[in-house]
């Protein structure tokens, strides 16, 4: 399997962003953009890590970004981008991935399906890296002195570059380790990786990239493309069987029985995941993990709801809000309230004030009543871009 770990660039100041913050710190939909960038690269399957290059003064602000995320601890940047990339390549030397995904901190609009595509294209035999771009539509105009235009410039072949950029981890580090000598002035010609990997002779190809895969520049930026919310409703039942333990939202709660399923039959999880799927009318559950299927006996759950989430960010989606609703006479929801709406959040890789955990009983009536078993019922709400 191919090993990509994601670099996300988040050390730059943004002079012309103009906030009270730099731009990655800033808010989006109210959350920080960097952690908004962060959950579309946690949410693409091919990227099985995620690093970030951050300021100098910027810990107490990655911290808050990053809140619940389980990174690892971030990386100091240098004094221009080059020299942050190089650090940030250098921490990974050690236990060096095949392949390396830089991305913008400041690009938290690029969709899953492109990331994936930049890295099926750098895999290619024979081509040290990929990157997204689009191809040039408006024409060219040299401008002289006085805004006087000298001449109109062919914009055939021309495409403006975009992140990620994926290359092969270690032509590329070779490719910034030679950067790093050069005089400060030939630095500046090297905008982005491709630049220094072009400089070292690599082989990099284009694919097409997305408009809506914009930088943020300015505020006028934070707005988000035309978006459309969509809620969808799950509900599951499972009875009991002989345990000792029952899985509720991903943790294990001691009771006199356990739940009896194919898989590890956590019922809170199964209706979220029928929920969510339900926002990109994806079907159920079964359809995507039926139970005459001998390689879900006795699986865990979060699995179940990964996979939804992950088809959301394949389109371009994320989820705004989680809700479920445990029915159950015992055991006692409450004490572990916290900990399953921490564990929800962190399968589905939203803040955990995204999610809302809920118990209730029947008063004694119907099958719960008995205590014959345990419902849950749940709704989801994502955003996806409109049609």
């Not at 946690?42 to 995320?69: F, S």
């Not at 109109?152 to 032509?171: E, G, N, S």
């Not at 039959?265 to 339900?278: E, P, Q, R, S």
Request: charge should be neutral.
């Amino acid at each position: 399997m191919t090993r990509c770990t994601a670099l996300i660039v988040a050390a730059g100041r943004g002079s012309r962003f103009g906030g009270p913050l730099p731009k990655q710190y800033a808010l989006l939909d109210g959350e920080p953009v960097l952690r908004r960038t962060i959950s579309v690269f946690r949410n693409t399957p091919a990227i099985d890590r995620v690093l970030v290059v951050i300021g100098p003064e910027d810990d107490a602000r990655y911290a808050a970004a990053t809140q619940g995320l389980g990174l690892p601890r971030a990386v100091q940047g240098g004094s221009s981008r080059q020299q942050s990339v190089l650090n940030g390549l250098e921490a990974l030397a050690a236990a060096a991935p095949e392949f390396i995904a830089i991305h913008d901190a400041a690009r938290p609009f690029v969709r899953p399906a492109d990331i994936e595509a930049c890295l099926a294209a750098a895999s290619a035999n024979g081509v040290d890296g990929a990157i997204l771009g689009i191809p040039l539509a408006d024409t060219l105009k040299r401008v002289g002195a006085g805004g006087t235009i000298s001449e109109t410039v062919p914009r055939r072949d021309l495409w403006r570059a975009q992140t990620p950029q994926v290359f092969r981890f270690a032509p590329l580090l070779a490719a910034h380790r030679a950067a790093a000598s050069l005089a400060a002035d030939e630095t500046t010609a090297l905008t982005d990786d491709a630049a220094v990997a072009e400089r070292a002779g690599l082989t990099l190809v284009i694919v097409p990239g997305s408009e809506d895969n914009r930088k943020i520049t300015t505020t006028a930026d934070l707005a988000s493309p035309a978006m459309e919310t969509r809620t969808a409703f799950g509900f599951d039942v499972h009875g009991f069987a002989p345990g000792n333990a029952v899985m509720l939202g991903g943790i294990a709660i001691p009771h006199t029985h356990a739940l009896a399923g194919h898989s590890d039959a956590d019922v809170a999880l199964h209706a979220l995941t029928d929920a969510v799927l339900g926002t990109i009318a994806a079907g159920d559950i079964g359809k995507h993990f039926p139970p005459s299927d001998p390689q879900w006996r006795g699986a865990s759950s979060d699995r179940f709801l990964r996979h939804a989430v992950d088809l959301v960010a394949a389109r371009g989606g994320r989820i705004v809000h989680l809700d479920v609703t445990i029915v159950c006479e015992a055991p006692k929801v409450g004490p572990h309230r916290e900990a399953m709406a921490n564990s929800i959040a962190a399968i589905a890789g939203v803040a955990a004030g995204r999610v809302s955990v809920k118990a209730t009983t029947t008063e004694g009536l119907g099958f719960t009543g008995r205590r014959e078993g345990i419902a849950a019922q749940a709704i989801a709400t994502v955003e996806l871009p409109g049609s």
